[in-house]
Structures are given as structure tokens and as C-alpha cells.
């Protein structure tokens, strides 16, 4: 089992939606959880970070975290096409970030 | 910009060659991190370093090797690389290690695309 999973996507959505991207992750000891976006060719920067069960929100970007069923969400409200990228789930582990391998969202104008 | 910087930005060396990779935080951070990121693949961490020591090596191949001579830099020493080296290569940077709060948040350089012929 990965340890951080997400669906490669590509996930559509007609712009105004809302995106909602998942993650599932192994380690039951994980404390923080970050949600980074990551236009192509270039680096991850930080969206999201949440530490405590619930959903944490911060304009358009909400994210939901329950630590009983190891799952991480971010939901985008309505979605645009700037936010066509690709959406790294990265979780703490000793020392480090365990990231999944990103699921890509089409925002389609 | 995020306060991470990296250079150079492209690479293309042979495999014979030695090259660094620089990277520098103007955050105050106490914290840096190599990764890889190849294509569809998670990004894979290769070192990290807390107060200049370092703390973590994820069974990097030793024709890579790190040096990080004060908290504010860090360099990643190449030499004879193989082509399934190609990638980006990212730095980041944290306030502090892994403590479960906002002082762990990573953040990113621009990156070095990297291409090994």
C-alpha cells in the first residue's frame, strides 16, 4: 500500500464548480497534512496546511481532514481555469513530508 | 517568490561531468530538503538538514552528495550522473522539523530541471 494516495486524475470540472480532490494516507501517527498546487513545470507552493479534525477554510480552498478514517480533502469553490494544476497531498512523517503523486484538475471554461 | 532560491534553473551535463546545485533561504529557516521529482512519480525526499546537520538519507546513490555549510545554504553535488537521473531537482526549507504545526511548513524552491545525456 502507498502511503499517500491520490487519483491521478484527470479530474474536469466545468468552471464555477466545485473541485474536490481526496487523499488517503497509511501512517495513523501522521500530524500535519498540506495541500500543495503545482503548475506544470514548475514548483509545488502551499495551499493548505491542516493539523486538527474538521474542515479549515481560507477563501475558495476548504480542507477537510478526519484522522479516524486517515483522509485528507481539499474542495475548491468556484473553480477556475487558473486552477488547472496538478494538487500534491504531502503528509508528515519522521523528519519528512510524504507527498502522493498529485491529482490533476482540469478546470474547462 | 517564497524566499527560496535556486540556481541554476537548467542543467544539461554529461555523465562524466561534475556540476552543483545551489540553493539558498532568505526565511530564517533552520531546516532544508532535497527532493526529486520525476514524471509521475511522488516527489521523492533525498536529504534534509536541521541546523546544518544532517538528519535524514534515503538511500541516495552516492554519485549525489549534499553540503550544507551554514542554515541559509545548501548544495547538491553531481557527478557522474546516469540519464535515469533527469528530473527536477527541488530544495525547500522549514522554520523547524516535523512537530505536528506551522513550523514545519515546507516551502519550495523554483527548482533545477536537470538533463543527464
Known amino acids: 500500500q502507498k502511503e499517500v494516495e491520490q487519483n491521478s486524475g484527470p479530474l474536469s470540472v466545468p468552471e464555477g464548480a466545485i473541485a474536490s480532490l481526496n487523499c488517503t494516507y497509511s501512517?495513523?501517527?501522521?500530524?500535519?497534512f498540506f495541500w500543495y498546487r503545482q503548475y506544470s513545470g514548475k514548483s509545488p507552493e502551499l495551499i493548505m496546511s491542516?493539523?486538527?479534525?474538521g474542515d479549515k477554510e481560507d477563501g475558495r480552498f476548504t480542507a477537510q481532514l478526519n484522522k479516524a478514517s486517515q483522509y485528507v480533502s481539499l474542495l475548491i469553490r468556484d473553480s477556475q481555469p487558473s486552477d488547472s494544476a496538478t494538487y500534491l497531498c504531502?503528509?508528515?512523517?519522521?523528519?519528512?513530508?510524504?507527498f502522493g503523486t498529485g491529482t490533476r484538475l482540469k478546470v474547462l471554461a | 517568490e517564497t524566499g527560496v532560491t535556486q540556481t541554476p534553473r537548467h542543467l544539461v551535463m554529461g555523465m562524466t561531468n561534475k556540476k552543483s546545485l545551489k540553493c539558498e533561504q532568505h526565511?530564517?529557516?533552520?531546516?532544508m530538503y532535497w527532493y526529486k521529482q520525476s514524471a509521475k512519480k511522488p516527489l521523492e525526499l533525498m536529504f534534509v538538514?536541521?541546523?546544518?546537520?544532517?538528519?535524514e538519507n534515503n538511500s541516495v546513490p552516492s554519485r549525489f552528495s549534499p553540503e550544507c555549510p551554514n542554515s541559509s545554504h545548501l548544495f547538491l553535488h553531481l557527478h557522474t550522473l546516469q540519464p535515469e537521473d533527469s528530473a527536477l531537482y527541488l530544495c525547500?526549507?522549514?522554520?523547524?522539523?516535523?512537530?505536528?504545526?506551522?513550523?514545519?511548513?515546507?516551502?519550495f524552491g523554483p527548482g533545477t530541471r536537470l538533463l543527464v545525456l
Open positions: 525547500a526549507s522549514s522554520q523547524e522539523l516535523t512537530q505536528g504545526n506551522e513550523q514545519e511548513t515546507q516551502y
Open positions: 501512517d495513523r501517527v501522521s500530524q500535519s
Open positions: 491542516i493539523y486538527s479534525n
Open positions: 504531502a503528509v508528515t512523517g519522521t523528519y519528512k513530508y510524504i
Open positions: 526565511l530564517g529557516h533552520n531546516a
Open positions: 538538514y536541521s541546523l546544518e546537520e544532517r538528519v
